[in-house]
Protein backbone atom coordinates (compact mmCIF):
# COMPACT_ATOMS: atom_id res chain seq x y z
CA UNK A 1 0.00 0.00 0.00
CA UNK A 2 1.32 3.23 -1.25
CA UNK A 3 1.84 5.87 2.11
CA UNK A 4 -0.03 8.54 0.81
CA UNK A 5 -3.09 6.14 0.03
CA UNK A 6 -2.08 4.22 4.17
CA UNK A 7 -2.10 7.40 5.11
CA UNK A 8 -5.63 8.16 3.94
CA UNK A 9 -7.20 4.97 4.87
CA UNK A 10 -6.17 5.41 8.25
CA UNK A 11 -7.49 9.40 8.88
CA UNK A 12 -10.77 8.27 7.31
CA UNK A 13 -11.27 5.27 9.23
CA UNK A 14 -10.51 7.56 12.89
CA UNK A 15 -12.84 10.25 11.71
CA UNK A 16 -15.58 7.56 10.60
CA UNK A 17 -15.27 5.79 13.92
CA UNK A 18 -15.63 9.20 15.82
CA UNK A 19 -18.45 11.68 13.81
CA UNK A 20 -20.56 7.88 12.99
CA UNK A 21 -20.49 6.81 16.39
CA UNK A 22 -20.62 10.69 18.55
CA UNK A 23 -22.88 12.43 16.04
CA UNK A 24 -24.72 9.46 13.46
CA UNK A 25 -25.81 6.67 15.88
CA UNK A 26 -29.76 6.38 16.33
CA UNK A 27 -30.23 5.02 19.92
CA UNK A 28 -26.21 4.80 20.24
CA UNK A 29 -26.30 1.87 17.80
CA UNK A 30 -23.34 2.46 15.09
CA UNK A 31 -21.25 0.29 13.36
CA UNK A 32 -17.32 0.02 14.12
CA UNK A 33 -16.23 1.02 11.15
CA UNK A 34 -12.20 0.58 12.22
CA UNK A 35 -12.85 -3.50 12.92
CA UNK A 36 -14.62 -3.27 9.28
CA UNK A 37 -11.64 -1.68 7.62
CA UNK A 38 -8.90 -3.45 9.68
CA UNK A 39 -10.65 -6.95 8.06
CA UNK A 40 -10.48 -5.55 4.78
CA UNK A 41 -6.63 -3.92 5.08
CA UNK A 42 -5.60 -7.21 6.43
CA UNK A 43 -7.27 -9.17 3.65
CA UNK A 44 -6.15 -6.83 0.99
CA UNK A 45 -3.07 -5.97 2.25
CA UNK A 46 -1.52 -8.87 4.23
CA UNK A 47 -0.72 -9.16 7.74
CA UNK A 48 1.96 -6.78 8.59
CA UNK A 49 0.06 -3.55 7.09
CA UNK A 50 -3.00 -5.47 8.35
CA UNK A 51 -1.12 -5.54 12.38
CA UNK A 52 0.28 -1.65 12.17
CA UNK A 53 -3.24 -0.54 11.28
CA UNK A 54 -5.41 -2.66 13.10
CA UNK A 55 -3.31 -1.60 16.76
CA UNK A 56 -3.00 1.95 15.93
CA UNK A 57 -7.09 1.52 15.48
CA UNK A 58 -7.76 -0.61 18.35
CA UNK A 59 -5.59 2.58 20.74
CA UNK A 60 -8.23 4.73 19.34
CA UNK A 61 -11.00 2.90 20.06
CA UNK A 62 -9.93 2.10 23.32
CA UNK A 63 -9.44 6.33 23.84
CA UNK A 64 -13.31 6.22 23.21
CA UNK A 65 -14.81 4.18 25.30
CA UNK A 66 -14.65 3.32 29.25
CA UNK A 67 -13.42 -0.50 28.47
CA UNK A 68 -10.06 -1.89 29.72
CA UNK A 69 -7.42 -0.16 28.10
CA UNK A 70 -6.03 -2.33 24.99
CA UNK A 71 -8.49 -5.12 24.62
CA UNK A 72 -9.58 -3.34 21.28
CA UNK A 73 -5.84 -3.47 20.07
CA UNK A 74 -5.04 -7.23 21.00
CA UNK A 75 -8.41 -7.82 19.14
CA UNK A 76 -7.87 -6.25 16.22
CA UNK A 77 -4.28 -6.94 15.90
CA UNK A 78 -4.86 -10.23 16.69
CA UNK A 79 -7.73 -10.74 14.34
CA UNK A 80 -5.66 -9.05 11.50
CA UNK A 81 -2.72 -11.68 12.19
CA UNK A 82 -5.01 -14.24 11.45
CA UNK A 83 -7.06 -13.19 8.52
CA UNK A 84 -3.43 -11.50 6.76
CA UNK A 85 -2.39 -15.33 6.74
CA UNK A 86 -5.65 -17.09 5.51
CA UNK A 87 -6.27 -14.14 2.94
CA UNK A 88 -4.82 -16.24 0.07
CA UNK A 89 -6.76 -19.55 1.15
CA UNK A 90 -10.24 -17.15 1.51
CA UNK A 91 -12.33 -16.14 -1.83
CA UNK A 92 -13.85 -12.66 -0.84
CA UNK A 93 -14.78 -11.28 -4.43
CA UNK A 94 -18.37 -10.97 -3.46
CA UNK A 95 -20.06 -8.60 -1.25
CA UNK A 96 -21.69 -10.80 0.41
CA UNK A 97 -18.66 -13.23 1.33
CA UNK A 98 -17.35 -10.02 2.93
CA UNK A 99 -20.31 -9.07 4.71
CA UNK A 100 -20.06 -12.75 6.37
CA UNK A 101 -16.19 -12.71 7.42
CA UNK A 102 -16.71 -9.16 8.94
CA UNK A 103 -19.97 -10.49 10.44
CA UNK A 104 -18.45 -13.34 11.93
CA UNK A 105 -15.25 -11.18 12.98
CA UNK A 106 -17.54 -8.11 14.59
CA UNK A 107 -19.28 -10.75 17.25
CA UNK A 108 -15.84 -12.44 17.93
CA UNK A 109 -14.45 -9.40 18.66
CA UNK A 110 -17.20 -8.30 20.91
CA UNK A 111 -17.11 -11.45 22.46
CA UNK A 112 -13.28 -11.39 22.81
CA UNK A 113 -13.23 -7.63 24.36
CA UNK A 114 -15.65 -8.62 27.19
CA UNK A 115 -13.72 -12.04 28.35
CA UNK A 116 -10.51 -9.93 28.25
CA UNK A 117 -12.66 -7.44 30.50
CA UNK A 118 -13.74 -10.59 32.50
CA UNK A 119 -10.08 -11.65 32.98
CA UNK A 120 -8.19 -8.53 33.84
CA UNK A 121 -11.66 -6.46 35.35
CA UNK A 122 -13.48 -8.92 36.81
CA UNK A 123 -16.35 -7.57 34.56
CA UNK A 124 -17.43 -8.71 31.46
CA UNK A 125 -17.93 -5.44 29.89
CA UNK A 126 -20.76 -6.68 27.49
CA UNK A 127 -23.07 -4.07 25.69
CA UNK A 128 -25.76 -5.93 25.58
CA UNK A 129 -27.41 -8.42 23.13
CA UNK A 130 -29.35 -6.30 21.25
CA UNK A 131 -26.34 -4.02 20.40
CA UNK A 132 -23.97 -6.94 19.85
CA UNK A 133 -26.56 -8.16 17.24
CA UNK A 134 -27.48 -5.00 15.82
CA UNK A 135 -23.66 -3.57 15.55
CA UNK A 136 -22.20 -6.71 13.91
CA UNK A 137 -25.67 -6.75 11.52
CA UNK A 138 -24.58 -2.80 10.41
CA UNK A 139 -20.83 -4.08 9.90
CA UNK A 140 -21.66 -6.27 7.49
CA UNK A 141 -23.91 -4.20 5.93
CA UNK A 142 -20.75 -1.35 5.44
CA UNK A 143 -17.88 -4.19 4.53
CA UNK A 144 -18.39 -4.51 0.74
CA UNK A 145 -17.90 -0.64 0.93
CA UNK A 146 -14.80 -0.73 2.90
CA UNK A 147 -13.59 -3.57 0.65
CA UNK A 148 -14.20 -1.25 -2.40
CA UNK A 149 -12.23 1.70 -0.18
CA UNK A 150 -9.32 -0.33 0.95
CA UNK A 151 -9.42 -2.26 -2.69
CA UNK A 152 -8.48 1.26 -4.71
CA UNK A 153 -5.84 2.06 -2.24
CA UNK A 154 -4.15 -1.33 -2.50
CA UNK A 155 -3.73 -1.53 -5.90
CA UNK A 156 -0.15 -0.70 -7.46
Same mark, same amino acid.
Given at each position: ??? /?? &???????? %????????? $?????????? %? @??? +????????? &????? #??????????????? /?? @???????? @????? $??? &????? #??????? +? *? #????????????????????? %???? *???? /? &? +????? =??? +????? =?? /???????? #?????
Amino acid at each position: MRA /PA &GAGIFLLG %VVLEWAWGT $YAAPGGVAPE %V @LVV +LTVAVALRA &GPAAG #QCFAFSWGLFMDFLG /PR @LFGANALA @LTLAA $YGF &GLARR #QMDLSSP +L *S #QATVVGVVSAAHFAFVALTGL %VFEG *SALW /P &G +LTSFV =VVS +LLNAI =VA /PLAFALVG #QAVRP
